[in-house]
Each structure stands twice: as structure tokens, then as C-alpha cells.
């Protein structure tokens, strides 16, 4: 059975959760579409790309899905391109000096973006993954499966808020059950 790393993240800044870590924790070890989800949440820090590092090669996956909060944003945002930027209080570096300047998702994003919306999910596909840690993954995800000439298919899904996070804020949320559907949604269709 083909395996699937799905990572998501500890709470960061003043976000006391982070629905990414919750999603993923939530599916650990399930079996969905045939494959079998392996869960790993990962800290908000640069241990995380060592950590992925580490997974993919003891748990040798077909697909690594991650999973991040987007602040604000309203659907799921499949994710088309990482950049070589990171960029934290107020300073910009490249990611990996000698790394290309982008990576394209290895997952099928327009197959996936119909699926979410046969279901009613709402969902797009993003053209940005921002500058901070999910960029840093997906990117870092990306690079490494590069220098290994693998196979496995990887990408990067930014889920919005979920509702207790918005009680007292005019801000977009989803609920976590549909989010948990989508990313099913996800797996089945890569
Ligand atoms: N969201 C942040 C980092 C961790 C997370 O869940 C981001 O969008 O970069």
C-alpha cells in the first residue's frame, strides 16, 4: 500500500491553533483511497525541514502532502509554486543559496480543484505560498526530493481558519469537518 505523509504545524505567533496540526494528528494511520496516512506535526521553526527530511527517508512515502495555516484566507488554497525566499522579522534570505528561484507543486492541482468543488468545498488554486514557514517547507520538500531524483508526488495545501479561531474576529473560517473532507478529497484524487 502506497504511503502518504501528511505534515501540518504547531500553533506560531499569536495563533494559539493551528488547524494544519489538528487535521493532520486527526487522520494519522487512516486508510483512505487505498493509501495509508502517516501524520507528523511539525514545529514552527527550521528544525521543520530537517524533521520532513528525516520522515521521508524512514517512511519512504509515495506522496507527501503539507498541510499550513493561511491567516485570513477564505478556501483551501492548493498551493502551485514555492519560491527561494524565507523572510522573518523584517529580514530576507534565500532558502538554499544555490536553489532554483521556484518549485511547481507534483500534484495534479486542476484534477484535485474539481474534486473539492464536485463535493462543495470550496477551494482554488494559489499562486503564491507566502515567504514564511509553508513556503519554507514546500520549498525545502521540494529541493530535497530534486537531489534524491525521486518519485514521490509533493505539494503544499494552505487551509484556512476554523471557526474558534474568528470568535471575535471579522475574519473567514472554515469548519474543521470540511477541511478534514477536502484534504480526503486530496488524497483520494492524487
Ligand atoms: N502557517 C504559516 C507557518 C505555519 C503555518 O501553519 C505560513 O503560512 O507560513
Known sequence: MKKVLLTGFESFRKEKINPSGIVAKKMHGKNIGGKKIISCVLPVTFDCGRIVHREIDDINPGYIISLGLACGRNQINLERVATNIFSENKKTKKIFEDGPDAYFSLLPLENILKELHKNNIPARISNFAGIY???YIMYYTLHY??????TIK???IHLPYIPEQVLDRDLPSMSLEMIKKGIEIVIRGI
Open 145 to 150: 526530493l530534486r537531489y534524491k531524483s525521486s
Open 154 to 156: 509533493a505539494g503544499f
Open 133 to 135: 514557514f509553508c513556503n
